[in-house]
């Protein structure tokens, strides 16, 4: 049993690599260029940028503070 959406997506991905020559910098990079085209808002966040790792990024979940 094959599924439409699931067919639709993979046609689209193999049109978008064929489109790129198949080089994986180049797809991300298409995507990038088209990121927000469409008028929505993009959002970037850099856990860097807070100076504190966020959660998912820590090895062991964050010990309580104490007061």
Do not use: Q
């Given at each position: 049993m094959t599924d439409p959406i699931v067919e639709e997506v993979r046609r689209i991905r193999a049109e978008i690599a064929a489109r790129n020559g198949n080089d994986l910098r180049r797809i991300f990079e298409d995507a990038r260029s088209r990121e927000g085209a469409d008028g929505?808002?993009?959002?970037?966040?850099?856990?860097?940028?807070?100076?504190?790792?966020?959660?998912?990024?820590?090895?062991?979940?964050?010990?309580?503070?104490?007061?």
């Open positions: 929505r808002r993009v959002v970037s966040y850099d856990p860097a940028d807070t100076g504190e790792p966020t959660a998912a990024l820590r090895e062991e979940p964050p010990k309580p503070k104490r007061s």
